[in-house]
């Protein structure tokens, strides 16, 4: 069966410091992957999607970036981070053109 | 892209049969419905999904009339654990879930 994976669950960082979140999903090959965002009683907000490695379709401008290195890893990452970065990350995958989204655990971050 | 209205909340009881409905007038010929429920600091679930008529899984029905302009998520026999925000989705599965998300509605379970 797929799992996906990320972490950290929980992340606290200064205004100004990078970022790495990292996803994995096991199961499945070639998945459509994607990180969302999540502010507080709020729905979610698509940030970056992936149909493969290398390859990376931005949905809004924002001071983060993804990269796709290998087929079933996505991780997200920032140079200098925003306090308005705060907020719940999702990462997500698709088989192809299934029907149904998966998500992963979530991660919150603070920038402080 | 189809938006979708659903209510902010909504209360009930262990043992009721709960149906959320959700309005979603712009719907296009390639779109399915999607319902995903969320507890608190966790990702989103998937819960059922269908294009047309009923859907029927262990966990929940969907009911869509034939104009699909809105759809019913019910949920037979609730239990406290039931208590999430449950958010309604439209969209075609070709656009890689460029997908609206709204703030759902949150389900309160008393016992």
């Known amino acids: 069966s797929q799992t996906i994976h990320q972490w950290p669950a929980t992340l606290v960082q200064p205004v100004g410091s990078p970022l790495s979140l990292e996803c994995t999903v096991e199961g499945t090959s070639n998945p459509n992957l994607y990180w969302y965002r999540q502010a507080a009683g709020r729905g979610l907000q698509l940030l970056f999607y992936s149909v493969g490695i290398g390859q990376i379709s931005s949905e809004v401008p924002q001071n983060l970036s993804a990269s796709r290195p290998q087929d079933r890893q996505f991780i997200l990452s920032s140079k200098k981070l925003l306090l308005s970065d705060s907020g719940f990350y999702l990462c997500a995958w698709r088989w192809g053109s299934g029907n149904t989204i998966y998500f992963g655990e979530g991660s919150w971050l603070t920038v402080v | 892209l189809a938006k979708t209205t659903q209510p902010i909340s909504m209360d009930s009881y262990e043992g009721q049969e709960v149906n959320i409905t959700c309005s979603h007038n712009?719907?296009?010929?390639?779109?399915?419905i999607t319902w995903y429920q969320q507890f608190p600091s966790q990702g989103p679930r998937f819960i059922i999904q269908?294009?047309?008529?009923?859907v029927t899984n262990e966990v929940a029905s969907l009911f869509i009339p034939a104009d699909r302009k809105s759809s019913t998520l019910s949920l037979p026999r609730v239990s406290l654990s039931d208590t999430a925000v449950y958010y309604c989705?439209?969209?075609?599965?070709?656009?890689?879930?460029?997908?609206?998300w709204g703030a759902g509605t949150k389900l309160i379970i008393k016992p």
């Open positions: 989705l439209v969209g075609d599965m070709d656009s890689n879930y460029q997908l609206i």
């Open positions: 712009n719907i296009a010929t390639n779109d399915y």
């Open positions: 269908g294009y047309k008529t009923k």
